[in-house]
C-alpha cells in the first residue's frame, strides 16, 4: 500500500532530495546575477579606470574632481514656461552645467558664451554633451539673453538645492564655475570660472576655454566604449 500523501495539485509535491537543493540553486542563480551585472558595468568601470589611473604622471587635469561623486538631485525643476522637468530626465548625456541668477551678469554670459562655444568644439562628439543653465531665482530672463540660449537646456531649481549639490565652500561661489556630470547624472568635475578681470587678456581667456575642452575631450575618448550620442 502506498503511504505517500494524496496529491491534489498539479504538481507532485517536491521531494527531499529536491528542497536541499534549493539553497545550491539560489547561491547559483545570486552568482549568475552578479557576474551579469558585473559584465554591464565593466565598459563603464574601465572608461573611468582608464581616465584617473592609466594616464601619464605628467598629465594634470584643468578641472576638480569630485570625490565622492554626487548623482542628480530627486528634485522637479521648471523651464522657462514654468512647465515641471524632473531633474533625472538630464541623465543619458555629459552635462556642461553653470548656475546663475536669471539677470545674468557679464560673468554669467560669458559662461553660457564659452559652454555654447565648448559644446560647438567638439565636432562629432558634440551630440554626447548638452549645455545646461540652472536659474537659481524666480526673476525673468531678460529678452536679450533669449536668442543666446537656443540649444540649451535652461531650468530653475531653488538656490538652496543647487548649493547642496554643488556648492563646495573651499572651492568658492557657484557662480562662474562650470560644473561637468556623467552620463550616470553624477557630477564629477568642476571647472574654475573665467577671469573677468579688466587685466585679463583675451589669450588668458582662450586658454581656459581650451583647457576645459581638453579635459572634455579626455572623458569622451574614454567613454567612447559604452556612451553613444543622445539618450
Not at 557576474?35 to 554591464?40: D, N, P, Q, S
Request: charged share 20%; glycine share 6%; net charge neutral.
Amino acid at each position: 500500500m502506498d503511504d505517500r500523501p494524496v496529491d491534489f495539485a498539479v504538481h507532485s509535491m517536491p521531494q527531499a532530495h529536491e528542497l536541499a537543493q534549493q539553497p545550491e540553486r539560489i547561491r547559483s542563480g545570486r552568482i549568475k546575477m552578479l557576474l551579469v551585472l558585473a559584465v554591464c558595468a565593466a565598459p563603464v568601470i574601465a572608461s573611468y579606470f582608464t581616465y584617473y589611473v592609466v594616464r601619464p604622471a605628467a598629465r594634470t587635469n584643468f578641472g576638480v574632481l569630485v570625490e565622492p561623486q554626487r548623482p542628480l538631485p530627486e528634485l522637479v525643476a521648471q523651464d522657462l514656461g514654468g512647465k515641471p522637468v524632473p531633474m533625472a530626465i538630464l541623465r543619458g548625456q555629459w552635462l556642461v552645467m553653470s548656475v546663475a541668477h536669471a539677470a545674468c551678469d557679464a560673468t554669467c554670459e560669458s559662461t553660457l558664451f564659452l559652454q555654447r562655444q565648448l559644446r560647438a568644439g567638439l565636432g562629432k562628439d558634440k551630440d554626447r554633451v548638452e549645455w545646461v543653465w540652472l536659474i537659481d531665482d524666480d526673476a525673468p530672463v531678460p529678452a536679450a539673453m533669449l536668442p543666446r540660449l537656443e540649444g540649451s537646456t535652461t531650468l530653475r531649481i531653488p538656490a538652496q538645492s543647487a548649493a547642496q549639490w554643488l556648492g563646495d565652500g573651499a572651492a568658492g561661489p557657484l557662480y562662474g564655475a562650470i560644473y561637468l556630470v556623467d552620463p550616470l547624472g553624477n557630477y564629477m568635475m568642476r571647472f574654475p570660472a573665467l577671469d573677468l578681470q579688466p587685466e585679463s587678456t583675451q589669450e588668458a581667456k582662450l586658454l581656459h576655454a581650451k583647457k576645459v575642452k581638453r579635459d572634455v575631450e579626455r572623458l569622451l575618448r574614454a567613454s567612447a566604449s559604452w556612451d553613444t550620442a543622445g539618450r
